[in-house]
Nanobody, 114 residues
Framework: QVQLVESGGGLVQPGGSLRLSCAAS????????MEWYRQAPGKQRELVAG???????NYADFVKGRFTISRDIAKNTMSLHMNSLKFEDTAVYYC????????WGQGTQVTVSS
């Protein structure tokens, strides 16, 4: 059973930055992909960014140019560097790993507020 643990969320002012991390219990190079999702109150969970086994990345239009997804295979971690944060980035951010199954972390809250 794969376990994913997110960290790094918190309260930040508009225009600020945060770095989220996702620590996996397994070898992340075995996953087909790892992704970040987010869910704001009253809204559906949405894809933020993903990174494939080969290292290709993809981003939702609403974060392009502001967020960067990366991974450290040696440390079995994935990160999301978030810059120029906006009020609408406020959400619970989830880490997801995809192999034969999909595994989710418990989420970490990001609040953008002045």
């Amino acid at each position: 059973q794969v376990q994913l643990v997110e960290s790094g969320g918190g309260l930040v002012q508009p225009g600020g930055s945060l770095r989220l991390s996702c620590a996996a219990s397994g070898n992340i190079s075995s996953f087909n992909a790892m992704e970040w999702y987010r869910q704001a109150p009253g809204k559906q969970r949405e894809l933020v960014a993903g990174i494939s086994r080969g290292g290709s990345t993809n981003y939702a239009d609403f974060v392009k140019g502001r967020f960067t997804i990366s991974r450290d295979i040696a440390k079995n971690t994935m990160s999301l560097h978030m810059n120029s944060l906006k009020f609408e980035d406020t959400a619970v951010y989830y880490c997801k790993a995809v192999s034969n199954f999909a595994y989710w972390g418990q989420g970490t809250q990001v609040t953008v507020s002045s």
